[in-house]
Nanobody, 124 residues
Framework: EVQVAESGGGSVQAGGSLRLSCKAS????????MGWFRQVAGNECELVST???????HYADSVKGRATLSRDIAGNTAVLQMNSLKPEDTAVYYC??????????????????WGQGTQVTVSS
């Protein structure tokens, strides 16, 4: 069964760091594209970062230079390291995996397999 599960969210002060993990089950990151999205309740979803099956990584402008996405092959986990966090980074972060690449935010909660989300709260 294909599943993804996020972990690593929490509450930090502005300027702090968090390490978000996306554990994959039933597939490997060579088989499916993955994406990290975030959403504040009532607001539009944002595509934060993507990892394609060929290893190409993209970041949203809002996190570029502050986020690093990497693969832990042995653990079948994708890790999103977020540094220099800002209050505007506060959101629920979702991990997703699909056979179709995540082009933009319109794919939010649509298609593929999604985790339950992990809350990130950044206080000023």
């Amino acid at each position: 069964e294909v599943q993804v599960a996020e972990s690593g969210g929490g509450s930090v002060q502005a300027g702090g760091s968090l390490r978000l993990s996306c554990k994959a089950s039933g597939f490997t990151f060579h088989d499916r594209h993955m994406g990290w999205f975030r959403q504040v309740a009532g607001n539009e979803c944002e595509l934060v970062s993507t990892l394609s099956t060929d290893g190409t990584i993209h970041y949203a402008d809002s996190v570029k230079g502050r986020a690093t996405l990497s693969r832990d092959i042995a653990g079948n986990t994708a890790v999103l390291q977020m540094n220099s966090l800002k209050p505007e980074d506060t959101a629920v972060y979702y991990c997703a995996a699909d056979l179709v690449y995540y082009e933009d935010h319109t794919r939010c909660r649509k298609g593929g397999f999604w985790g339950q989300g992990t809350q990130v709260t950044v206080s000023s």
